[in-house]
């Protein structure tokens, strides 16, 4: 089992920024991808970002050169910096780690973080 603990959201005015975090524990685990969706009210749930074992990256149009995805593997951590915000970023930001746990590919989820920009 993956443990992800989230942090780092809150209250915003339009073109701020944010960093979120994502810490993930449990051992018998070998993650290979960690990312961010998000979801607004009425709205499905979407990819954010997404960042896999060797650094390669995927991004929602919608937020390519505003939002950057890292990840620290020596903490098993994930980040999101969040630059140039807008009102419509607003969702609650979820972590997900891909993970083979006891043989098999498993997604993980956090609680959610809410983000709100807003003047």
């Known amino acids: 089992q993956v443990h992800l603990v989230e942090s780092g959201g809150g209250l915003v005015q339009p073109g701020g920024s944010l960093r979120l975090s994502c810490a993930a524990s449990?051992?018998?685990?070998?993650?290979?991808?960690m990312g961010w969706f998000r979801q607004a009210p009425g709205k499905q749930r979407e990819l954010v970002a997404l960042?896999?074992?060797?650094?390669?990256?995927n991004y929602a149009d919608s937020v390519k050169g505003r939002f950057t995805i890292s990840r620290d593997n020596t903490k098993n951590t994930v980040y999101l910096l969040m630059d140039s915000l807008k009102p419509d970023d607003t969702a609650v930001y979820y972590c997900?780690?891909?993970?083979?746990?006891?043989?098999?590919?498993?997604?993980?989820w956090g609680q959610g973080t809410q983000v709100t920009v807003s003047s």
């Open positions: 960042i896999r074992n060797g650094n390669s990256t």
């Open positions: 449990g051992s018998g685990n070998n993650i290979y991808a």
């Open positions: 997900i780690t891909g993970a083979i746990t006891e043989g098999s590919a498993r997604d993980y």
